[in-house]
């Protein structure tokens, strides 16, 4: 049973727009996120995170939104560029929980000139 | 170097085999992970060390032994593996596994692409 889905296995936005990356949760202990994006040949780089507190956090072009009643994440690139093309995981943790994190299986960005 | 260094980059072996993965971290940190990536799932955490010590084993079977002699190294002994085991190794390193309510970001080195035959 995977407690972090993220539903669109894909997503191709043109340059300049908005990307819109989605990601549901199911544990209602987990209480932080993060988003991780990895370029092929490489491992994922930590990209921008939110604790259960906030409802956003924002981080120059990155926007993370969390709707913790409807147990959502969101990661809004504005604008996107080609540079973004990658895979975004959306990752989650909880307060006792040692740090560790559980993964959704990412989303392919495919920014497109 | 910096960051997290993940050797071999590349592994082909069979199921009799007896190979290791070497992971190496110039960050300070005291923490190290052992995660699977399998196609089309998510990232699994298999082993956690804190301060050298193993914190973690999330089931793996027992043809996966990890060893971490001190903070900066970590290894993962594999011998007599499954195709299934195929997949991409990633280790990962984060300052400590003390929860600070906000998540500590994991770093993650560059992976080892496994193919068991």
């Known amino acids: 049973d995977q407690q972090v889905k993220q539903n669109s296995p894909s997503l191709s936005v043109q340059e300049g727009r908005i990307s819109i990356l989605n990601c549901d949760y199911t544990?209602?202990?987990?209480?932080?996120f993060l988003w991780y994006k990895k370029y092929p040949a490489e491992g994922p780089t930590f990209l921008i995170s939110i604790s259960s507190i906030k409802d956003k956090n924002e981080d120059g072009r990155f926007t993370v939104f969390l709707n913790k009643s409807a147990k959502h994440l969101s990661l809004h690139i504005v604008p996107s560029q080609p540079g973004d093309s990658a895979v975004y995981f959306c990752?989650?943790?909880?307060?006792?929980?040692?740090?560790?994190?559980?993964f959704g299986t990412g989303t392919q960005l495919k920014v497109e000139l | 170097e910096t960051g997290v260094t993940q050797t071999p980059r590349h592994l082909v072996m069979g199921m009799t085999n007896k190979k290791s993965l070497k992971c190496e971290q110039h960050?300070?940190?005291?923490?190290m992970y052992w995660y699977k990536q399998s196609a089309k799932k998510p990232l699994e955490l298999m082993f956690v060390?804190?301060?050298?010590?193993?914190?973690e084993n999330n089931s793996v079977p027992s043809r996966f032994s990890p060893e971490c002699p001190n903070s900066s190294h970590l290894f993962l002994h594999l011998h007599t593996l499954q195709p299934e085991d195929s997949a991409l190794y990633l280790c990962?390193?984060?300052?400590?596994?003390?929860?600070?309510?906000?998540?500590?970001?994991?770093?993650f080195g560059q992976g080892t692409r496994l193919t068991v035959v």
């Open positions: 990752a989650a943790g909880f307060t006792g929980g040692g740090n560790k994190l559980t």
């Open positions: 990962a390193s984060s300052q400590d596994t003390q929860d600070r309510g906000r998540g500590t970001e994991a770093f």
């Open positions: 960050l300070g940190h005291n923490a």
């Open positions: 060390y804190n301060f050298k010590e193993q914190t």
């Open positions: 544990n209602s202990m987990f209480d932080y």
